[in-house]
Nanobody, 129 residues
Framework: VQLQASGGGLVQAGGSLRLSCEAS???????????VGWFRQAPGKEREFVAG????????SYADSVKGRFIMSTDASKKSVYLQMNRLNPEDSAVYYC????????????????????WGQGTLVTVSS
């Protein structure tokens, strides 16, 4: 499984960005067998969970810091995952990574880095004040 993230850039505080992550190396039906997540890593900080979707329930979960501002979605037909980021602030500046996991239980949203087996290369988001 390969993941390709895109959509990062420079935006002013209060603005919006939409990140995309396209999966390759697997079929459409296989894509639906993976839980997916977004993480971010700011300079000097550990990689942290941002948003994720469970493999079976397709339910979404968000970090408290982005709840109400970020919206995660998926399009299985395109084998893609999206992260709509609204009302951005400088604290949101980081490299954003998409990730996929095949681990179970399948109704959980996994929030630890170690739970994910596949990672995209990251896309940089910079929010200016």
């Amino acid at each position: 499984v390969q993941l390709q993230a895109s959509g990062g850039g420079l935006v002013q505080a209060g603005g919006s960005l939409r990140l995309s992550c396209e999966a390759s190396g697997l079929t459409f039906s296989a894509f639906r067998d993976y839980g997916v997540g977004w993480f971010r890593q700011a300079p000097g900080k550990e990689r942290e969970f941002v948003a994720g979707m469970s493999r079976s329930t397709r339910a979404y979960s968000y970090a408290d810091s982005v709840k109400g501002r970020f919206i995660m979605s998926t399009d299985a037909s395109k084998k893609s995952v999206y992260l709509q980021m609204n009302r951005l602030n400088p604290e949101d500046s980081a490299v954003y990574y998409c990730a996929a996991t095949a681990r179970g239980p399948y109704d959980s949203v996994y929030k630890r880095v170690v739970d994910y087996q596949y990672w995209g290369q990251g896309t940089l988001v910079t929010v200016s004040s």
